[in-house]
């Protein structure tokens, strides 16, 4: 936790918003990495993410089964759901949600959104060519030699 | 949405999840990606997500706004968050979350783990180690030159 805490704080230094994120399997850490929203100009370069993606190029592979992940920060709930589908054993934080919003990092207002019914969130929704669409996931269920993840 | 549909397709015989995502700014097309968790062994690289990159290094910002995204299949949490965080405007998409369900894709697994109490959740979470992280905070408060996002 020590290290994720020193690259949020190193992070800040570089111009990088103040978030790092460790990765560790079997007593070892297999990424390091702090945002990097602003300086990579991608909205999903939180250190989470960027510490997941590391580690799976390290492990060569799409399923972190068994990896614990230190933040410097609570994971916003794009960062929760990248664990999941990352397969993250459980995790640790120090900064919670509440000290991100006291400095401008609203999180609270995804996990709103999240939580309304679709037809009262923020961002309009439309559903369009479902049949069309559903052609690709039959040809999906029908394919014998698929990567399943 | 018919070139969202057709990615989702073509990604399917490339070795990719049955996903597409086609992010468009004032008519024109910005983006147009395909789902690469497997191909590129990143549990982060749902099309929506490869479809927000791309976009916003062809733009130069990570601000999407004013962007529309279509998708072929309704984005998970992940992805909707990362849609959030992008300020995209709208989107459309075509296959629903059932249907994703049914070819064995099962976000709603991870939106059930969000609408959870923290402790009820399946990924368990200690806070650690607030004071010392708590001490890069304050210090991005007072940071003049920052870069807020």
Chains 1, 2 share one sequence.
Not at 11 to 38: L, M
Not at 124 to 145: C, H, I, N
Request: charged fraction near 30%; glycine fraction near 4%.
């Amino acid at each position: 936790m020590r290290l994720a805490i020193d690259l949020s704080k190193k992070s800040i230094e570089e111009g990088g918003g103040p978030f790092g994120a460790v990765i560790v399997k079997d007593g070892e850490i297999v990424a390091a990495a702090a945002n990097r929203v602003t300086l990579h100009n991608d909205p999903t370069a939180h250190a989470e993410v960027m510490a997941i993606r590391e580690a799976c190029q390290k492990l060569n592979t799409f399923d972190l089964s068994g990896c614990e992940l230190y933040a410097s920060c609570e994971p916003c709930p794009m960062c929760l759901s990248a664990m999941y589908w990352a397969h993250i054993d459980h995790f640790y934080y120090a900064n919670d949600k509440n000290d991100a919003a006291k400095i401008g990092f609203d999180d609270a207002f995804i996990y709103e959104e999240l939580d309304k019914p679709q037809e009262k969130r923020n961002m309009p929704r439309v559903q369009m060519l479902r049949d069309e669409a559903l052609k690709a996931f039959k040809r999906w269920e029908e394919k014998t030699d698929k990567t399943e993840y």
